[in-house]
């Protein structure tokens, strides 16, 4: 299984960026589908989740900004990044978990860049 996540790029303060992640798979074979981005410098967080249920979760720092949604038949995950500010540029990855805790068997995306100036 890979996953190819692409849709970054260089916008200002306040627009907006929708990210792609495709699983070359079943996507339902995992529990939940993360996003997570590291900005420069800085240990790697996490961002949204939205697990096999359909429920989702959010950092605090995107909450209201952010949405994480899939589309099941087509393998893809999503985050519509809205209201961006400069604090939000970073590396974004998505991963895929089988088990409830991060771990040895995640399948990570190569990662895309997100960029935002003031």
């Known amino acids: 299984v890979q996953l190819q996540a692409y849709g970054g790029g260089s916008v200002l303060a306040g627009g907006s960026l929708r990210l792609s992640c495709v699983v070359s798979?079943?996507?339902?074979?995992?529990?939940s589908m993360w996003w997570y981005r590291q900005p420069p410098g800085k240990e790697r967080e996490w961002v949204a989740v939205i697990r096999v249920g359909g429920s989702t979760a959010y950092d605090g720092s995107v909450w209201g900004r952010f949405t994480i949604s899939r589309d099941i038949p087509e393998n893809s995950v999503y985050l519509q990044m809205n209201s961006l500010k400069p604090e939000d540029s970073a590396v974004y990855y998505c991963?895929?978990?089988?088990?409830?805790?991060?771990?040895?068997?995640?399948?990570w995306g190569q990662g895309t860049q997100v960029t935002v100036s003031s």
């Open positions: 798979g079943n996507m339902n074979r995992f529990n």
């Open positions: 991963c895929a978990r089988k088990n409830a805790n991060e771990g040895p068997d995640d399948v």
